[in-house]
């Protein structure tokens, strides 16, 4: 992925829930809770675009080494 900006983001997002054949929505809480630690917020696409790649990426990669 080049760009890292919210359209993008979601491009994305709706590329690889259709590859895993869900919908992207539901990948938005688990991705939420993974990024802020919260079920609620602002939309997946904004935290990631204000968290960044690198931080993005870090917290997932911390998410998942917990499960």
Not at 8 to 31: F, I
Not at 32 to 43: C, D, I
């Amino acid at each position: 992925m080049t760009q890292w900006d919210e359209t993008s983001l979601h491009d994305a997002l709706e590329k690889t829930a259709a590859a895993q054949g869900v919908k992207a929505g539901a990948l938005m809480p688990l991705l939420r809770f993974a990024l802020t630690g919260q079920n609620r917020g602002p939309g997946v696409t904004t935290i990631l675009d204000l968290v960044g790649k690198d931080g993005s990426l870090r917290r997932i990669e911390r998410t998942l080494k917990t499960v």
